[in-house]
């Protein structure tokens, strides 16, 4: 993977990435006093639409943002460890870490801060799939919204993964896959997370312009062309950010399963609405509405990917906002603001469709808009919402790749 020069911006409302590759530059020469050597970028996503579908085995279908983690680094010459230090705000505590290079039998483990763990992760699957890395020290800035439901904790990943390759030439070429699974391990095992594959695939294997959808199960992809230049897509954020998001998020996998179990099937993926009706007397009620929503969610999935092929974006933003009501009555996963701000979009003529994407309990919603109309929307939210918005007009950008330092 050669390195490139940063990219023009194709997103209102985020920095251009060379300006957060000048923020990371000096943020790694104020701490570690010398310059770093090499660069990397990766990607937040934005989900279209597909969600809570990935540990079911489903479809999803999202997009790689211009929203991304800069990281910049260079082999460590006197310490003999990892020093890691980050620019983003409202983390958990410290900005810096540092931890020894594990090793193939002397493993790291998960620890405090909290963020850390997220490049500790990648520091000990990287050793163990690919090859042992020297000490580093780095530096990390982001412009993807914390807790927004745009997949920070990927891009972060992707970055760290993305940067060891540079660093370690001898382990290239690393193919999108292996890395997108080495991340997905990482936050598994480290920040104790049990998410799907969705966003390490997508901040891997995006394409400016295009779409991605992704099958769970084979892990087969396709992407599928979004660049209409009359047509964006608008991400508000909602400023909230819900404290049951991150205990929700394992009992909504496990309600997922249990329905799989008495549905006969190893996933949801394989079950029908005929087949949940039929069980219907068997189940809880609660996990009888969890598994309505995948199973109409992997539906309504494969049928936008349809509508996007044919430029039908009436359907696809009526699939949009049905997803919006099974993920707020059925799966229960929004909240007042999401389900307000989607309300106030879908009033303003030009929007096709509005849902919210990621986890859910806060973070963002996903609009499907006019390009002419972008404008009218923020502006009728922002004057409606009883919160405090944040607008980001995006078209879609590509996967993570190495960074061209300035001479």
């Known amino acids: 993977m050669s390195a490139v020069s940063p990219p023009p911006s194709n997103c209102l409302g985020g920095e251009p990435v060379e300006q957060l590759l000048k923020k990371a530059i000096a943020l790694f020469e104020s701490q570690f006093k010398h310059k770093p050597t090499h660069a990397s970028c990766a990607p937040g996503r934005v989900n279209l639409i597909g969600e809570h579908t990935d540990y079911s085995d489903g479809f999803v279908f999202p997009m790689a943002l211009p929203l991304v983690t800069v990281m910049v680094g260079a082999k460590a010459s006197t310490t003999g460890k990892c020093q890691i230090i980050t620019g983003s705000e409202n983390i958990d505590s410290s900005k810096s870490c540092e931890f020894p290079c594990p090793t193939k039998t002397d ?30 020290d780095a530096a990390i ?30 382990s290239s070429p690393v193919s999108p896959d292996v890395k997108a699974k080495a991340c997905q391990r990482a936050e598994h095992n480290f920040a104790k997370v049990p998410c799907g ?26 992407l599928v062309p979004l660049k209409d230049p009359n047509t964006v897509i608008l991400i508000t954020n909602s400023n909230v950010r819900h404290s049951l998001s991150a205990s929700q998020y394992p009992v909504r996998r496990q309600q997922c399963e249990t329905a799989a179990k008495v549905l006969g ?25 969890r598994a309505h929503h995948v199973i109409t969610e992997n ?3 494969e049928e936008a990917v349809t509508a996007l092929e044919s430029g039908d974006y009436v359907k696809f933003g009526q699939l949009m906002s049905q997803s919006h009501k099974s993920l707020t009555e059925d799966f229960e996963v929004s909240c007042a603001e999401l389900n307000e701000l989607e309300r106030l979009a879908s009033e303003v003529e ?35 919402y009883s919160g405090t918005p944040t607008f980001y007009v995006c078209m879609a950008g590509p996967g993570a790749y190495q960074l061209q330092l300035p001479n």
């Open 107 to 136: 493993r790291l483990e998960p620890g405090t801060p909290l963020w850390a763990n997220y490049v500790k992760g990648v520091v000990d699957c990287f050793t163990v799939d690919i090859g042992e890395v020297a000490p580093f």
């Open 141 to 170: 800035v982001s412009s993807v919204p914390l807790g927004g439901g745009l997949s920070s904790s990927a891009s972060l990943e992707v970055a760290v993964f993305t940067l060891l390759e540079a660093m370690n030439p001898q």
């Open 197 to 222: 594959i969705m966003d390490q695939f997508i901040a891997t294997m995006g394409k400016e312009n295009h779409a991605l959808l992704i099958d769970c199960r084979s892990l087969k992809t396709k």
């Open 265 to 289: 099937v190893s996933k949801l993926r394989d079950a029908t609405v005929a087949s949940l009706e039929g069980a219907r007397g068997s189940m809880d009620a609660v996990v009888y509405r």
């Open 299 to 301: 539906r309504r999935c």
């Open 350 to 384: 030009g929007v096709y469709g509005s849902r919210m994407t990621g986890g859910g309990f806060g973070g963002c919603t996903v609009t499907l808009v006019k390009s002419e109309a972008a404008q009218r929307t923020m502006d009728y939210i922002k004057a409606k």
